[in-house]
């Protein structure tokens, strides 16, 4: 008797995570619609539809956030303690000034009424070259070229409570962003269509003024005309333009062709958002060392997340203090 019960009790138990995930899926499946376009509600089973892609989505960003390091401490009075702080900021003053002025902090803390928040720090990576010594046993090289790294532009986003919160919300975030590319594929395929249509009209137009004065008296009166071979590149140009017109008819935006671009967008999340780890050691200057080199220097740790073809940034988790924030 106590074997079926505890085998009733795993059974509700699994159940109840069944029934919980289903839900969590449909919210999200519903936040991908919302953001990409509400007409896919349209389609009769557009959430069985979408279901596959939207987990296969979610494993992807929820994997990309997962592997941003952190959080670790960002305060101006931790950039000569800190490896990480005095490898992203040239000072304490660049540390204060981006804290003090970030709005969105700023209103985080007046509104949420806590002391600490936890949010994704992000800057732009660039390297160049430097010539400096280097030791080799017991010789001293000079003018050695050396990879100094350096990074600017740095941001700070979706500031949370917590890390398990901010990292949720840095999903969502992921995932809005495939909606977003979802939405400027079919708004491509709309302009492309569009400029395509008026370019036809166009040659139609021409093509037709051309039949219509070989009908008149011009062609008589002229000293020289075009002759009918003359339309046959404009005439091309027509049946090529409507074989593009017919190629991209399954994007012309109907509820079914946003749900079939929305489903390629979250099969394929890494054609929209990649990343990766990347590590490295930096002097105090800033350059990096070789793994061999007895030269001291701190272990940086960060994640590359990158939009290809567009953005290709670094991050890692921050925890700030809101009176490093409003400090004035």
């Known amino acids: 008797m106590i074997g079926i019960l505890e085998s009733w009790g795993r059974y509700r138990e699994r159940k109840r995570q069944e029934r919980e995930k289903a839900a969590v899926l449909n919210e999200?499946?519903?936040?991908?619609?919302?953001?990409?376009?509400?007409?896919?509600?349209?389609?009769?089973?557009?959430?069985?539809?979408?279901?596959?892609?939207?987990?296969?989505?979610?494993?992807?960003?929820?994997?990309?956030?997962?592997?941003?390091?952190?959080?670790?401490?960002?305060?101006?009075e931790s950039w000569d303690k800190d490896p990480l702080v005095h490898a992203l900021f040239v000072s304490p003053d660049?540390?204060?000034?981006?804290?003090?002025s970030c709005a969105e902090l700023q209103t985080f803390f007046r509104q949420g009424g806590v002391q600490t928040a936890t949010a994704l720090l992000t800057a732009t990576k660039k390297e160049r070259t430097v010539f400096g010594t280097a030791q080799e046993g017991d010789i001293v090289r000079r003018d050695v070229p050396q990879a100094a790294v350096e990074f600017y532009d740095h941001r700070i986003v979706a500031p949370s409570s917590n890390e398990t919160e901010n990292r949720r919300e840095l999903v969502h975030r992921g995932l809005n962003l495939l909606a977003t590319q979802t939405l400027e594929e079919i708004l491509k395929i709309h302009s492309i269509r569009e400029e395509l249509a008026a370019e036809r009209r166009i040659l139609a137009v021409k093509l037709k003024i051309q039949h219509t004065r070989e009908r008149g008296l011009e062609p008589l009166l002229a000293s020289g005309g075009k002759s009918h071979s003359d339309e046959t590149p404009a005439q091309q140009l027509l049946e090529e333009i409507d074989k593009q017109l017919v190629e991209l008819?399954?994007?012309?935006?109907?509820?079914?062709?946003?749900?079939?671009?929305?489903?390629?967008?979250?099969?394929?999340?890494?054609?929209?958002?990649?990343?990766?780890t990347i590590g490295m050691r930096l002097n105090w200057m800033g350059v990096k060392i070789d793994?061999?080199?007895?030269?001291?220097?701190?272990?940086?740790?960060?994640?590359?997340?990158?939009?290809?073809?567009?953005?290709?940034?670094?991050?890692?988790?921050?925890t700030i203090g809101a009176d490093e924030c409003l400090r004035r």
């Not at 557009?46 to 960002?74: C, D, M, T, W």
């Not at 399954?250 to 079914?256: A, D, L, V």
């Open 291 to 318: 793994e061999p080199s007895s030269e001291s220097g701190g272990e940086v740790t960060l994640a590359e997340l990158e939009i290809p073809g567009r953005v290709k940034r670094v991050a890692v988790l921050a």
């Open 28 to 76: 999200l499946i519903e936040r991908m619609v919302q953001d990409s376009d509400p007409s896919i509600r349209r389609v009769a089973d557009y959430q069985r539809q979408l279901r596959k892609p939207v987990e296969n989505a979610l494993e992807h960003i929820e994997g990309l956030i997962a592997s941003i390091p952190g959080a670790f401490n960002l305060s101006a």
């Open 94 to 100: 660049e540390v204060r000034a981006l804290l003090q």
């Open 249 to 276: 008819e399954s994007g012309s935006g109907t509820p079914q062709d946003f749900l079939k671009q929305l489903a390629t967008v979250l099969l394929g999340p890494s054609d929209v958002l990649t990343g990766k």
